[in-house]
């Protein structure tokens, strides 16, 4: 069985933001290369967001030494040539891949992708989640998530688990079984959307603190009702109490943050508990 796992991290929202890309390489079956790279975003795509930072803990001093994503594609391509693709949530990585590629007027390769939270779910039906984090510990493999290279080796220890689980040995049964489409399919249109994507990359709107006790006491009253630290999301309750909120320090589903889109109390809330809760060692 032979197959490169692999998995980014992004500097923002945007998918041509790569920070980080960890690669593993298996061949028969067995791991028999890994890397780890550092990226410099490029110039439009730049800005380092609060939750990403929060989730990776990359930051843009960190990123400001290391290469761009060219030279960084010149060591990985060779290590990809000829290999499938797994990764965990597939269509997120191909996207930055594919994105990157184009962004860089770079080709990609040939390569098929395989997502193995689609995988995770046929083989082991009655998990109660499919996180990758989650997955691995119910199979007993200890990593650090959010890490590249750590979530690679995750990626590819459940693609080989899987394949014993399914009684499958050829990676192509892997793929009819969850598909991820190919790195080619939509390079086209990616390259005709890269000034567009430049000009939205150029202008993240930063993510402002409240500045008044008004405001203060707003975000103090919001209705916390779970904070997954890991994720960096929450939820919390409306107001009145009849819906709750999902909340990333990114975005939120309430009314606020989709009529406005700036900063509402609950992603303000939310960015207060977890900045609180890792000073507290929580």
């Known amino acids: 069985m032979n197959f490169a796992a692999l998995d980014f991290e992004t500097a923002n929202r945007y998918p041509e933001s790569p920070c980080s890309l960890g690669v593993v390489v298996v061949r028969e079956g067995r791991v028999v290369a890994e890397r780890l790279w550092g990226i410099r975003p490029h110039r439009a795509f730049r800005t380092f967001e609060r939750g990403n ?22 060591e990985v391509r060779p290590l990809l040539e000829g290999l ?6 597939a269509p997120f990585d191909l996207e930055v891949l594919r994105r990157t590629l184009a962004l860089y007027g770079l080709t990609p390769p040939p390569a098929r992708g395989l997502c193995t ?21 119910a199979l007993g493999f200890s990593f650090k998530h959010h890490r590249a290279l750590e979530d690679a080796r995750a990626c590819a220890f459940l ?3 899987a394949a014993q ?58 209705r916390l009702l779970d904070l997954d630290r890991e994720e960096a999301c929450g939820r919390f309750r409306s107001s009145d109490g009849s819906r709750v909120y999902r909340t990333t320090l990114e975005s939120c589903t309430c009314p606020a943050f989709r009529h406005h889109r700036v900063p509402c109390k609950h992603m303000l809330r939310l960015a207060a508990e977890l900045e ?7």
């Open 53 to 74: 930072t929060w989730i990776h803990g990359i930051t843009a001093a960190a990123a400001r030494g290391w290469p761009e994503f060219p030279p960084v594609w010149e």
């Open 84 to 89: 499938p693709l797994a990764a965990h949530n």
């Open 117 to 137: 939270v689609r995988l995770s779910r046929r083989a082991w039906p009655d998990l109660e989640s499919y996180k990758l984090h989650r997955v691995a510990r």
């Open 159 to 161: 693609a080989l688990r």
């Open 165 to 222: 689980a399914l009684g499958v040995s050829c990676f192509r049964d892997l793929e009819d079984l969850a598909a991820s489409g190919s790195l080619e399919e939509g390079y086209e249109a990616c390259l005709e959307e890269v000034p567009a994507r430049m000009a939205g990359g150029a202008h993240i709107p930063p993510f402002r603190g409240p500045r008044e006790e008004g405001a203060k006491a707003r975000v103090a009253s919001t």
């Open 276 to 282: 609180g809760r890792k000073a507290s060692g929580e």
